[in-house]
């Protein structure tokens, strides 16, 4: 189960099933992780208003990157597959801002994006086919965790970088896979394939051979397509 806040989610039939969705690019939540929005657009000030007033839960969704259609109003149409996220933590700024915390609860597959009256989109959500996600430390056992952090070591040197070493070694494998995934520097495309990994040793093998694509140019910095 997947505990969020004061929420605990044992399953699919514990999420709602129509939910908002926050479209941004190169932005990735995965299930347990936590997100930090600064939100100041007036229609996502409304869509947390929106959420606070209900389950509070949240999809995170990259707009389509490979130039999609636009819909009616004019919007990219959405990546298939997004990640629902309960707020955990609200702060009003006194200038119109709001901070929120996002935890990840699990996967989910747009059904359908409804027509709606909100400035906000919203579509159906569908978990079923990531019922693993509210299972905590599956798959850890899988990951090559000696290989990611030697991996993640030489990206930071590369990069003239510090990391808190003693919080890496000792947080649990499937939080250090989702950290580093949600943290690294890469585009919308490698972004989404981190998210839509089916386990998690292929998100774990995945973020290892991008990571070091990026090291084998020379500097530590991301090429090509990579941010």
């Not at 399953?11 to 992780?33: C, E, H, K, M, T």
């Not at 079923?128 to 990951?143: I, N, Q, S, W």
């Not at 585009?187 to 089916?198: C, R, S, V």
Request: net charge negative.
């Amino acid at each position: 189960m997947t505990q969020a806040g004061n929420q605990t989610y044992r399953g699919p039939d514990d999420v709602p099933p129509v939910v908002p969705v926050f479209p941004l690019p190169a932005a990735l939540l995965l299930p347990r992780g936590q997100m930090p929005l600064n939100i100041f657009e007036p229609r996502y000030l409304a869509m947390v208003d929106g959420a606070m007033r209900g389950d509070r839960v949240i999809g995170m969704i990259q707009p389509r990157f490979d130039k999609g259609p636009l819909d009616l109003a004019g919007r990219p149409a959405l990546c298939r597959i997004g990640c629902l996220g309960r707020i955990t933590q609200y702060a009003e700024t006194g200038d119109g801002r709001l901070l929120v915390t996002l935890s990840g609860i699990a996967r989910f597959e747009v059904d359908e994006e409804l027509a709606t009256t909100t400035p906000y989109r919203q579509v159906q959500a569908a978990t079923d086919a990531f019922a693993d996600d509210f299972k905590p430390h599956l798959g850890e056992a899988e990951v090559d965790r000696k290989t990611l952090m030697r991996v993640f070591r030489a990206y930071l040197e590369a990069n003239n970088l510090e990391a808190d070493w003693s919080s890496f070694d000792q947080a649990p494998t499937e939080a250090l896979v989702n950290t580093l995934s949600m943290m690294a520097p890469y585009g919308p495309a490698e972004k989404q394939a981190l998210l839509e990994a089916q386990d998690l040793k292929t998100r774990a093998d995945m973020l290892v051979a991008l990571t070091e694509m990026v090291l084998a140019g020379g500097d530590g910095q991301p090429r090509g397509p990579l941010q």
